[in-house]
């Protein structure tokens, strides 16, 4: 397995990251998560016009995105595999032991891993802890991820593979890594942007492609929602059929499975849309 470090190609059992830099001392970094298909990226562009915005809400300098693009080939080419996660990763770089930056620059790190397709379902949690619809990080895919790991874990000692948050006005909010949209009265939601959620990349692309409507949500909308589905960059579309004790018979349901058959077509015919 090879990764991009440094400007340029290395062994992952050679390659070495300060362990002053900012991204591992004080969580000071941002990533993208890509899907690679045969090779090939999907959705590029859109994620790294999302890097670039996250890196300017943190204050990095905006990351080169023609060596971005050459890292991200550069790695594919050398691990050829069916699925892959591309993980970009995007810290402050070597700083001192506290919350100021050095001014060494900022570190790159491609990597890619193997994975598989998703199961057509799957179950989710709710979580006690809220999203800060206001917080300096709000909107930012950001390498401080600790609060994402704790209800992940809670999730996953229940026999479910997703948490989601509500906000702190009681709103539905987001997952640890996804998206969620609600199917009410036939019709198709998700909660905005406004309410602390990340712009999520397939998020983008469902809303743009099946008509869904961006809606301030209750937590409550969980036990009442027809269907529910989840989106994001591993997942694609994928559906819900059970929330904490509920359990949605069916699913996928109707609307989630055209859903499902429209993102499939339409990536597939379009991989940098």
């Known amino acids: ?19 002053f830099d900012h991204g591992l ?34 204050g990095l300098p905006d990351p080169d995105l023609d060596e971005v693009r050459r890292a991200c080939a550069a790695v594919l080419e050398a691990n050829p595999v069916p699925l892959g996660r591309l993980r970009l990763t995007y ?33 989710v949690i709710t979580v006690p802890w809220t999203r800060n619809e206001r917080g300096a990080l709000t ?3 950001t390498t401080s991820y600790a609060e994402n790991v704790v209800a ?4 996953r000692e229940q026999g479910a593979s997703e948490a989601l948050f509500g906000n702190t006005v009681g709103r539905l909010c987001e997952g640890t890594g996804s998206n969620v949209f609600v199917v009410l009265d036939g019709e198709l939601h998700t909660p905005p942007i406004a309410s602390g959620c990340l712009a999520g990349i397939t998020r983008a692309l469902v809303v743009e492609w099946t008509g869904a ?8 909308v969980l036990g009442r929602a027809e269907e529910i589905f989840l989106t994001s960059t591993l997942r694609d579309v994928q559906a819900v059929h ?11 349901g109707p609307v989630t499975a055209k859903a499902m058959r429209i993102f499939d077509e339409r990536s597939g015919a379009d991989l940098d849309p």
């Open 139 to 141: 909107g930012l895919k």
């Open 152 to 155: 992940l874990a809670r999730a």
């Open 242 to 252: 059970r929330v904490d004790d509920r359990e949605l018979s069916g699913a996928p």
């Open 213 to 220: 409507r961006e809606t301030d949500l209750p937590m409550d």
């Open 1 to 19: 397995m090879k990764i991009w470090l440094d400007g340029g190609l290395q062994d992952i059992e050679s390659a070495r990251v300060s362990v």
């Open 91 to 123: 810290t402050g770089g070597h700083g001192p032991l506290g919350s100021d930056r050095g001014e060494h620059g900022p570190t790159l790190v491609v990597a890619l891993g193997e994975t598989t397709r998703r199961p057509d379902s799957t179950a």
């Open 25 to 58: 001392t004080v969580g000071d970094g941002i990533f993208e998560t890509v899907k690679a298909v045969d090779g090939r990226p999907f959705a590029l562009t859109r994620h790294l016009d999302r890097l670039t915005r996250s890196a300017r809400g943190l």
